[in-house]
């Protein structure tokens, strides 16, 4: 029969229908056991995640506002789901206790982690299974760091105690027993870690599309399905922004050699798309186009740079004082190019190229700002060639400016830099030259 770990995303459990559609694809499959819930999603366009509703009960707080509405309006949706599916579970009582914790200063984390712990509550009491919080489960280091194989042993230990189980995404414990969230999307990471725990025959993620898209279904609107993808292009894409599935989420399912599949809710029949290890995706060059917009590229030049010794170290020990993440590095002799996000260096930038004039006197310095990156991603790019040469032509002729190129070491992968208001369009045509 196997045994399967089911994620349910938010748009999975907006409401009592999503909540009623769920329950169907569990009930349809008995091997359906461990069950990873997030918090109630969006129910309609410019509705509000319950997550981004907690997080704005901190702001207030902390600016001093009131937040009772904010919190009784979350308190509501969980009500109204609660009746709505006939589900007697007493949450009164929760909410007194999360609410004399945001009144205690309860953290920005624990806040946010809530939407996750009512959610998994509810739909524990709506299937009739364990509720197991991962609370001391998922386990964190003081630094934040997750801890895999603790996380495993403790996932594991607790689970054989389970013949089926809900449990709660997005969150764990630091060692001082204070809750810490993955960063945003992160129920995908929990769900992998539970397949890894109970060693699952497959771990299937269930969203609001039918699987992974060659483009971002909100820029290229025609985008094919993939069916099968590889581990490691799966993870180049979700780095680089197709959200379907958090990046981080991948690991511990390929540590297991466990399938991930992300399939539809709302068209459960669809089969979706399965990620595993090695795919041959036979003649297609490319398997899928992904990228994000808002990063900063700080260009340095100095006359004789490849043959001072300790450049780059010194250069990118600047960044680390300034707790600045580099996400490229793209080097030529003379010169070399620090790709930030944009929302790592805000404040700092001026700081930062100071300190790199003082201690590295370049000839010059230059930043770009409003950049975006694209990936363009697949096992099949380093075989073939003038796969650079199309993808850089189809470009050219549609007027796009490349600012920035890194072919990264995989060979799966070539990563361009355009400015923001090219990117969708810069999508668009990537996706016609190898896909139309
Ligand atoms: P969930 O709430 O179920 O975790 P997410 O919103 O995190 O769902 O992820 C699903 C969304 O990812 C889709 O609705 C889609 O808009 C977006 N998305 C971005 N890139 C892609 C892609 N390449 N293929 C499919 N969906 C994508
Ligand atoms: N609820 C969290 C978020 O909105 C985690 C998740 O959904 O995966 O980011
Ligand atoms: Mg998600």
């Known amino acids: 029969m196997g045994l399967k770990v089911a994620k349910f995303g938010g748009s999975s459990l907006a409401d009592g229908i999503q909540l ?6 569990i009930t349809a499959d008995p091997a359906r056991k461990y069950i990873v819930v997030s918090a109630p999603g969006k129910r309609y366009d410019g509705d509000v995640k319950v997550t981004d509703l907690l997080y704005l009960c901190k702001a207030h707080i902390e600016n001093n ?48 982690s809530r939407g996750e712990y009512l959610n998994a509550r509810v739909i524990a009491a709506f299937l009739g299974y364990d509720f197991v919080d991962t609370e001391g489960l998922i386990r964190f280091d003081a630094k934040g760091r997750l801890l895999t194989e603790e996380t495993n042993e403790a996932l594991a230990e607790e689970l054989k105690k389970h013949e089926s189980a809900v449990l709660p995404g997005f969150y764990g414990t630091t060692p001082d027993g204070k809750i810490k969230t993955f960063s945003r999307g992160g129920s995908d990471i929990t769900g992998a870690l539970v397949a890894r725990a109970v060693n699952a025959d497959v771990y299937e993620n269930w969203t609001d599309v039918s699987g992974f898209l060659m483009a971002d279904p909100r820029i290229v609107s025609n985008a094919k399905p993939i069916s099968r993808i590889s581990y490691k292009e799966l993870r180049e894409l979700s780095y680089m922004g ?4 958090h990046e981080d989420a991948i690991y511990p399912a390929r540590l297991a050699n466990i399938p991930i599949n992300i399939r539809n809710t709302n068209l459960p029949e669809d089969t979706g798309t399965m990620i595993t290890d090695g795919v041959d995706h ?18 340095i030049y100095k006359n004789m740079m490849a043959s001072e010794k300790g450049f780059i170290r010194k250069l990118l020990t600047i960044l680390e004082d300034y707790d600045v993440g580099v996400e490229h590095i793209p080097s030529g002799i003379d010169n070399i190019s620090l790709v930030v996000s944009k929302k790592d260096i805000e404040g700092k930038i001026d700081d930062i190229v100071d300190e790199i004039r003082r201690k590295l006197a370049p ?20 075989a073939r060639q003038g ?20 072919q990264g070491a995989s060979e799966i992968n070539i990563i361009i830099g355009v400015i923001n208001s090219d990117f969708e369009k810069a999508i668009r045509v990537i996706y016609n030259a190898f896909v139309e």
């Open 20 to 25: 009623t559609k769920t329950k169907n694809i």
């Open 65 to 112: 506002l009131p937040y009772e509405q904010v919190f009784q309006v979350i308190c509501d949706r969980y009500m109204a789901m609660a009746i709505n599916l006939g589900v007697t579970v007493d949450l009164f009582p929760e909410f007194e206790k999360i609410r004399q914790n945001l009144q205690n200063g309860a953290s920005s984390d624990y806040i946010a």
């Open 242 to 245: 197709a959200s379907v599935l």
């Open 282 to 299: 036979g003649d297609q060059v490319i398997t899928g186009i992904a990228g994000t917009k808002d990063f900063d590229v700080i260009a």
């Open 363 to 382: 000839d010059t310095i230059e930043v770009f700002e409003e950049m975006a990156l694209i990936a363009t991603v697949g096992h099949g790019m380093s």
């Open 387 to 406: 796969t650079s040469a199309k993808l850089f032509t189809s470009l050219a002729e549609a007027g796009v400016n490349i600012r920035m190129i890194d």
